[in-house]
């Protein structure tokens, strides 16, 4: 009966060459990760082999255990992959190894000796290329760029299985710590910083300027038209002993035409020429014609005051421009005030001096009057105002002193800027030196005007 101790030696032999066989396959199936070597290393590939490409044979084993270098047992040397595969496949020794390692040892050491238990593998990820956390040591540094290639001994971390979840903090298995760069960082330029655009390096803070548009050319002819229609208890002024006032109603149209240039800064000509006809309605035999010119300066002293110095010509004709029967010529000086009082309300005051040579000579005379007028806007196109004027006058050529007041109140609407009408009313009272003359009236109409710029 053989002996059990050499039939299970004989049994350990005879399966030793399928048990090494399917540590071949094994590792055909499951290729370990190749080591990170420099391409500075290689003579003829520039690529690192796997250790797939080297079959795992029973001499390697044996050469394995006794201290055969990893960079021979992988192939990796100075020759071709052609080389490599031949000493792989006939397990010749490296030459710096002592020679007496490599002996074969006798089979009684087999016996003697089981087979090595074969590591656990490790689970490597699916990719076969290297873990970029080796190239990103950002993770570990902090610095969010990468750096240059680890060097091979220190591609040893351990490997992260290929299935699981990634863990908090956006590791991920395969590219390892990924970290979003900040875009205001550049790493060649530093911080990148927006400049204020109204901010120039060499002249500091640009500043926009309002450009005010010139101002064009004020026109300085005008035309100007107007009728009024009114009432007046007493149209001639004078009080008749037997027939008492004279009351009617009467229209006044009239045109003219007003030249305004300017000589200085706050100084203007003033020149104009104006016509009016006066039609009663039952005093038609007392209906005439009116001319008047002016021509004078007017200078502006402030911005509320100016002053006006003028030389005035009237000429009355009986209707139709056929007789002339009366004319008044003479200087007139007139100052203006206007204050603001407020937004919408300005209080308008005025002297007027006048002396007139007139044809019959009995009527020159010199006036001298004073007055106001408190106007109120209601609204851009609403106004209204009450005035007042009070005049005395005395004549050179006869012995005749008068002084009269009136008091005026109207109602003016803009149509448009240039054209207005408005309703007006009032009463007038004084005395005269002379018996007949009168000034006690009460008046009202409507009226409408219009200032045309020619050039």
Known sequence: MPNP???????????????LSLQQAHAHANPSPPAIVSHQTLDDAKVPLSAAAVPVLPGSLTAAQNGVTPAAAAGVGPSGMGDRLTSATSASPDPAAPPERWASPPSSSLSQTPPPPSAPAKK?????????ERFFVGARSGSPWPTAIAPPDRSQDKPQPADEALPEGGLDPELGMIQVADPRVDPELGTLQLRNPLQDPELGILQLRQIVPTPGRRPVLFLSTYVTAANSDNVFLVEDPIQGRFGDNFVRPGISLIAFPSIGPQTNLLVSAETNLLRYDQQSASNYDELRFRAGVRH????????????????LFREGYTDQFFSNSGVELTLNRRDVLTPQLTLDSFYQGQVYFSDPEQFSNVLNSVGTY???????????????????????????????QRITGQLRYAITPAVRISVFGGLSYGRSTEPRISFDDTFF????????PLF
Do not use: M
């Not at 109409?445 to 045309?452: V, Y």
């Open 5 to 19: 101790i050499y039939l299970s030696k004989c049994w350990v032999i005879g399966w030793l060459p399928l048990v």
């Open 124 to 132: 490597e990820p699916k990719s076969v290329a290297p873990r970029l």
């Open 300 to 315: 502006r002293f402030s911005d509320r005051v100016y002053g006006q110095l003028s030389f005035n010509s009237q000429l």
């Open 374 to 404: 408190l106007g109120y806007r209601i609204s851009p196109r609403w106004d209204a105002g009450i005035g007042y004027r009070l005049t005395i006058s005395d004549f050179t050529r006869q012995s005749r002193h008068e002084t009269y």
């Open 445 to 452: 109409g409507i009226s409408i005007d219009a200032t045309i």
